[in-house]
């Protein structure tokens, strides 16, 4: 049925095919980027609309109000905290005495800072300060790694303050 000269056809046809493909996307990238040669910073694009944002950018905008984490504690909600606490629950547990990837988190409110028996601390919470105060613990909760350089804690952060205030509150109410 094929014989080798209908093969050979057919595979050739493949190839032209191919080349035809790529010479044209390689036309189409030169004609696309002809203007840019040597101008690593321009605009790659056709054309730019001016949004005025380059003017803006010399002044300066006007910062969120620094919330204080001592008002925002007081009105805290434990049982909002309590479902905050999903996100930790992967690493930490709220039994006294069971560790896990993290130490247990029962009790932690008002606790001496790496004081948990039976977990090994990488040591660089000392710099936090002394006790696990709500304050402290907000701190370190809203970027644990820029608080702490070198903690084996992989969480993120927890970037609303109300957020943090809510999990620090029902925290404090496991140890009566």
């Not at 595979?11 to 004609?31: K, P, R, T, Y």
């Not at 905008?61 to 805290?76: I, K, M, R, T």
């Not at 001496?112 to 660089?124: L, P």
């Amino acid at each position: 049925m094929f014989d080798t000269m209908t093969l050979t056809k057919i595979v050739g046809s493949l190839c032209g095919m191919l080349l035809v493909f790529l010479l044209g996307n390689w036309a189409a990238d030169v004609i696309y980027h002809v203007g840019d040669a040597g101008h690593g910073d321009e605009h790659s694009q056709a054309y730019t609309i001016d949004t005025g944002a380059e003017e803006d950018s010399g002044e300066e905008e006007e910062a969120a109000p620094e919330v204080d984490f001592a008002e925002v504690y007081a009105s805290a909600d434990a049982g909002a905290g309590e479902k905050l606490f999903r996100a930790c629950r992967a690493c930490h547990k709220i039994e006294p005495g069971a560790n896990a990837t993290g130490p247990t988190l029962y009790g932690v409110v008002g606790r001496d800072i790496d004081t948990v028996d039976g977990f090994n601390y990488s040591g660089a919470l000392e710099q936090i300060g002394e006790v696990w105060t709500p304050e402290n613990l907000s701190h370190f909760l809203e970027n644990p790694k820029a608080a702490a350089p070198g903690t084996k804690m992989t969480y993120n952060g927890m970037g609303d303050v109300e957020d943090r205030a809510n999990l620090i509150a029902w925290l404090d109410t496991l140890d009566d």
